[in-house]
T-cell receptor
Framework: EDQVTQSPEALRLQEGESSSLNCSYT??????LFWYRQDPGKGPEFLFT???AGEEKEKERLKATLTKKESFLHITAPKPEDSATYLC??????????????FGTGTRLTIIP | GAVVSQHPSWVICKSGTSVKIECRSL??????MFWYRQFPKQSLMLMAT?????????EQGVEKDKFLINHASLTLSTLTVTSAHPEDSSFYIC??????????????FGPGTRLLVL
């Protein structure tokens, strides 16, 4: 069974204090790894898709990297508006033959001004 | 970017009634949509995959007679929670499969529907 584990569960940083969020996964036949941002009471907002080990993608203060067992979301000099829950998901083929996303429980990030 | 809407955003109903939730792709056509459920402080759990013009594929443990899915057009999928009970209270989120100009695949999510069954 596909498994996605995110750590830490919650993270509080001072504004400007860089850090990394971790997503480790166990999946047979990885098709892609996705990062989303979710604000309270809202649907997830797409950030990145990574497909192969060694791949990196950047967007503003965020950079996502991928290895064969885990992915990191690096946040550089964060601002209060970066506060959100960051979700990691892996895409694989389900038992029914269709592609599905399996989500982790997320890291709740709080940036303190 | 691709925009997905949901209606209603909030619904409160009495136990035993049915509730319909709509998911629309506003600026693109979506042959495949997905329905998720999220309980407080838990992850998104896939309920079913909805394909336009065909029957939905339900995940293990999801009752297809209770959660009716219809994907009658390329821009609309509906989820009907039949005979709702308090344990069905949750945050229901839909998504649509999108292929980028680079040929990569992702899912864009709607804003979610909060269901409270009294």
């Amino acid at each position: 069974e596909d498994q996605v584990t995110q750590s830490p569960e919650a993270l509080r940083l001072q504004e400007g204090e860089s850090s990394s969020l971790n997503c480790s996964y166990t999946v047979s036949g990885l098709r892609g790894l996705f990062w989303y941002r979710q604000d309270p009471g809202k649907g997830p907002e797409f950030l990145f898709t990574l497909y192969s080990a060694g791949e990196e993608k950047e967007k503003e203060r965020l950079k996502a990297t991928l290895t064969k067992k885990e992915s990191f979301l690096h946040i550089t000099a964060p601002k209060p508006e970066d506060s959100a829950t960051y979700l990691c998901a892996v895409q694989a083929i389900s038992n029914f033959g269709n592609e599905k996303l399996t989500f982790g429980t997320g890291t709740r990030l709080t940036i303190i001004p | 970017g691709a925009v997905v809407s949901q209606h209603p955003s909030w619904v409160i109903c009495k136990s035993g009634t049915s509730v319909k939730i709509e998911c629309r792709s506003l600026d693109f056509q979506a042959t495949t949509m997905f329905w998720y459920r999220q309980f407080p402080k838990q992850s998104l759990m896939l309920m079913a995959t909805s394909n336009e013009g065909s029957k939905a594929t339900y995940e293990q443990g999801v009752e297809k007679d209770k959660f009716l899915i219809n994907h009658a057009s390329l821009t609309l999928s509906t989820l009907t929670v039949t005979s709702a009970h308090p344990e069905d209270s949750s945050f229901y989120i839909c998504s649509a499969r999108v292929y980028t100009s680079g040929g990569q695949e992702t899912q864009y999510f709607g804003p979610g529907t909060r269901l409270l069954v009294l």
